[in-house]
């Protein structure tokens, strides 16, 4: 499947205007997120009663272990690495994929993704880390000019052999959208490829910005601040079956698809907008 994907460019286009998916809902608070995970950003599953989430770019290197109700079990520290910008979680069942590569300025030139022992995290309280480096091969200036901001991200899924990346739009005029890649899970140096673009919205980057992202058994799950879409990603097609409005709007960062019917997400800690809670949608 993998294969046939990475071969063809494809276009996904969403239109904001498909209101025969959307329904409002309100999130079910879980729980508050521990003080020191006041910048959450990404979210994982370890075992079945047991998350894995992290702070956004400028804390420390390290992994929070929550309990379903987002209070804190313990602490992992990834050793001898720093948290430049990390931005969301991905596993494949072995490995945990920490994804460093936000980008907001489109400046950067170490972008990767750390790859970490599953087996380690439940059982250390300090990991080691692979890493996987790319660049985007579409970008040449760094930074590139406004109209061609494309390189941010914030959401990353793991599709059979290989992460998807999403990228998080960033342009001036707003083009709505998201570039979409391919890199391998093999530690390594990779120059990936577009495989194609996907239109979320033409309201700009704070309605129509993608946050985060999940996958499982073929249903791919994004996020904005202000709502959550869902697909059915199959083969080379995707098709929208789900838009679902939040009652709150705040920083929505990180997403996590537990079971067929049960999301989680988690939402940084804003003095303004609020935040800091583990929410439950069903």
């Known amino acids: ?23 409002e809902k309100k999130c079910i608070k879980e729980g ?24 956004d770019g400028g804390n ?14 313990r602490k992992v520290t990834v050793l001898n690495e720093k ?28 972008l990767r993704v750390l790859k970490v022992k599953l087996n380690d995290i439940t059982t250390k309280k300090e990991v080691v880390a692979e890493k996987i480096y790319f660049n985007y091969n579409e970008q040449v200036s760094f930074p590139p000019k406004k109209e061609e901001m494309n390189f941010d991200a914030e959401a990353i899924v793991c599709i059979g052999d290989s992460l998807l990346i999403l990228t ?5 005029p707003w ?30 980057w704070y309605i129509d910005a993608i946050t985060g992202a999940d996958y499982l058994n073929g249903e791919l799950i994004i996020t904005t601040y202000n709502r959550l879409l869902m697909f059915n990603f ?17 920083q929505k960062e990180g997403v996590l698809l537990k079971s067929a ?15 800091g809670n583990l929410f439950k949608i069903k």
């Not at 019917?261 to 804003?270: A, G, P, Q, R």
Request: proline share 1%; charged share 20%; aromatic share 10%.
């Open 60 to 73: 420390k290197a390290e992994l929070f272990l929550l309990n379903l109700d987002g209070s804190l079990q």
């Open 1 to 23: 499947m993998i294969a046939q994907l990475k071969n063809s460019l494809f276009l996904f286009v969403l239109l904001s205007s498909l209101f025969s998916f959307s329904q």
């Open 261 to 275: 019917d049960e999301v989680f997400i988690v939402d940084e800690k804003s003095r303004f907008l609020g935040g």
């Open 168 to 172: 998080k739009i960033n342009t001036v």
């Open 175 to 204: 083009t709505g959208g998201s570039q979409l890649y391919y890199l391998s899970k093999s530690p390594g140096i990779y120059s990936i490829k577009k495989s194609g673009d996907l239109f979320v919205g033409s309201n700009g």
């Open 234 to 250: 199959a083969k080379n097609n995707i098709k929208l079956t789900k838009e679902i409005l939040f009652s709150e709007l705040t």
């Open 83 to 110: 948290n430049h910008d990390w931005e969301d979680l991905t596993s494949d069942g072995c490995f945990l994929y920490i994804a460093d590569f936000g980008n907001n300025n489109n400046k950067r030139k170490n």
């Open 32 to 55: 508050v997120l521990p003080e020191e995970l006041k910048e959450a950003s990404g979210l994982e599953l370890l075992n079945d009663s047991t998350f894995i989430a992290i702070n």
